[in-house]
């Protein structure tokens, strides 16, 4: 653990946090609330003795009562990694300012938290979908999605038809269809 680093986040960031730095073998975690964002992502970019440079993961939670934006950053001046957990984002209406002023590469990473959640990236320029269907309706991994068939999740409702396994089809024409190949050994 990187006790200076916690004593130098607690110097320049107290009015922002949400909480007590924590620290635990090679990780430091901070809480922070959406309209601190750009604030507290420059300071520790640009702070001469800060100065996490490196963004190496974004992705979006949801908690079930909340949303949240977890940042990994790096640092040359620090032994730990930086984890910064936006908290508090409203689960009707999912927003966070982007983080894309700072590190260009956030753009996709954001757009994955939108198409998977929901998250709107207030400043990303290239907010779409990146994995669903552009008319796609719904962000599969919010907490709230349904599949089509969860009324069958009951313990006495069996197989549900989605889980049901299928024998491959045979297609006319297909050169392998009356080949038999033999077990491995």
Known sequence: MDRSLKRRLEARLSSQLRGPVRQRHDQTE???GPGDVPD???TLHDAVDLRFEILADLAGVDTGQEMQVVYHLWSETASDWLR???EGISRDDPRCPSATFLWIG???PEREAYDMFGIVFEGNRDLRRIFMP???TSFPLRKDFL???DAARSPG???RHVERPHA???VAGDPAAGIRRAPAS
């Open 84 to 86: 910064v957990i936006v």
């Open 106 to 108: 956030a753009e996709w």
């Open 168 to 170: 491959p089809a045979v």
């Open 134 to 136: 552009p008319d796609y």
């Open 147 to 149: 599949l089509p068939d």
């Open 157 to 159: 409702a069996g197989v």
């Open 30 to 32: 901070i809480r922070i």
């Open 40 to 42: 507290v992502l420059r």
